[in-house]
């Protein structure tokens, strides 16, 4: 794996385009940010427009050091839904966490979170050859434990106390993860997935 995971890489589905994060994204994310006032969520740390700036810079820096390689979510549409990455990478035993996600409320419970997930977990077993690929979310997160259980991701744990919040709360950190050895079956159910009518 070694340095090719930190390459900046564009993927796209008929749902969504991942493009490689960037500053003149600015407005787009500003807006999709404000779709649903995420932000207000207690248990996620989603930035509010106006941290926006500051959150593509941070997410910029940690590319630049090693431990992250962010994508801005394009619909089908090509406007911006949202922000994904791949997070706390260990290139010694190839392994990344999709994390730090989030999309605007009219994308919301469509396709896709789905095919973001296919087209990540795709990059990452059959181009990176990673072993396991992690997902974290508050333990009180529902929505997003229900989400990523539909993937098939199976729970390894739960880290309690693992941190603060921005609000001084402890979090308890709920951790999934899908082997090499699972995807082939869970790539073909989230194919499956996306095949299926919607209401």
């Known amino acids: 794996m070694g340095s090719d995971i930190l390459k900046p890489v564009t993927l796209t589905g008929r749902h969504a385009s991942l493009v490689p994060l960037a500053v003149d994204q ?10 649903g006032e995420l932000h207000q969520l207690w248990y996620t740390s989603v930035a509010t427009p106006e941290r926006m700036e500051a959150e593509i810079a941070r997410r910029l820096a940690l590319h630049a050091a090693g431990s992250m390689l962010p994508f801005t979510v394009l619909d089908a549409e090509g406007q911006v839904a949202g922000m994904t990455s791949f997070m706390n990478i260990d290139s010694t035993h190839r392994r990344v966490e999709i994390g730090s996600t989030w999309y605007a409320r009219r994308v919301q419970r469509s396709g896709l979170n789905t095919e973001c997930k296919l087209m990540l977990l795709t990059h990452a077993f059959e181009t990176l050859a990673c072993i396991a690929v992690e997902f974290r979310t508050h333990r009180l997160n529902t929505q997003s434990r229900r989400a990523i259980e539909r993937l098939g991701a199976q729970l390894d744990g739960v880290l309690r106390n693992h941190m603060r919040t921005a609000d001084g709360n402890l979090r308890d950190t709920c951790v999934y993860s899908i082997t090499a050895a699972e995807w082939p079956t869970i790539k073909t159910h989230l194919q499956w997935q996306l095949s299926k009518p919607r209401d």
């Open 26 to 35: 600015l407005a787009g994310l500003k807006e999709a940010s404000a779709d």
